[in-house]
């Protein structure tokens, strides 16, 4: 198994040259989100991990999904994540296709009654991105985390996140709203 997931991880880092990717420096106004900048480290980042393709970052205050999307994507919408697709219409433009700098809203579930929301930083294939988010576990923060569209249609309309612990997606599917995109719905005035 664990051999799969390397060869998995090497076949994506390989094919880096055609994904698309997120360049963080010209996304943020500032080196920093101002946002994040009151949670402090509480320890070095870890080694980036095989689960997630980036570094897991701990704070010493527990950070939830919505403040850190809004901090990394500049896309203001405040309340519980499973509200923001609702709440972003007329405000931004939205969709059911994922695009870097955009974000994934999932629907709120019997075992996520906030729902989730995390910022898109690669397309790695028509199933499958790469995110940052925070509190997908215990209040951290997972840079290039996986995330692969299980829906039967390939609609994103259903997807699985991978879980560090476990090395694995696992079982648990998620429903999706669709996609946030930072560009304002332009009313024409």
Known sequence: MRGTILAAVFAALALGGCVKHYN???????????ALAAYQHA????????????????FSQKISC???ARAVSGIEIRGDAWTWWDSA??????GSTPEVGSIIVMKKVKTMNRGHVAFVTA??????IQVD????????VHRGA???????????????VWYPPIGDYGTGKYPVAGFIYPQRVHTGS
């Not at 320890?43 to 701990?58: H, I, N, R, Y």
């Not at 988010?133 to 951290?140: I, L, R, T, V």
């Not at 996986?146 to 699985?160: C, G």
């Open 66 to 68: 919505v403040p850190y």
């Open 24 to 34: 963080k420096t010209s996304a943020l106004k500032t080196t920093e989100a101002p």
């Open 146 to 160: 996986l995330i692969r569209d299980v829906s039967p249609k390939n609609d994103w309309s259903l997807v699985q």
């Open 43 to 58: 320890a070095p980042e870890k080694a980036s991990q095989v689960a997630s393709l980036g570094p897991t970052e701990v």
């Open 89 to 94: 219409k007329g405000v931004y433009e939205r």
């Open 123 to 128: 397309i790695l294939n028509t199933r499958e």
């Open 133 to 140: 988010h925070a509190n997908w576990k215990h209040g951290e």
